[in-house]
């Protein structure tokens, strides 16, 4: 789980859809991005940096052995 992009995206209040929606993505896709379950384009991942205001690198930090918390 890319756990850094989820807490950036609750950061800014977002929802994955809200996200996936000004990505030009499906819900779904970010979904699996978030999850690490995709790797993504460049392209996204540097609309992802804009959004958030966060390096990529670090978004893309993938941690498997964490489990989703609530």
Same mark, same amino acid.
Request: cysteine-free; aromatic content about 0%; charged content about 25%.
């Given at each position: 789980?890319?756990?850094n992009l989820k807490k950036a995206r609750q950061a800014a209040g977002m929802t994955q859809?809200?996200?996936a929606?000004?990505?030009? !993505?499906?819900e779904r896709y970010y979904k699996y991005l978030e999850a690490g379950r995709? !790797?993504?384009?460049?392209d996204l991942w540097d609309?992802?940096?804009d959004i958030f205001s966060v390096h990529q690198r670090f978004l893309r930090e993938s941690h498997p052995d964490q489990e989703d918390s609530p």
């Open positions: 789980m890319r756990t859809k809200q996200v929606e000004k990505l030009g !993505i499906s995709s !790797i993504g384009s460049v609309a992802l940096e």
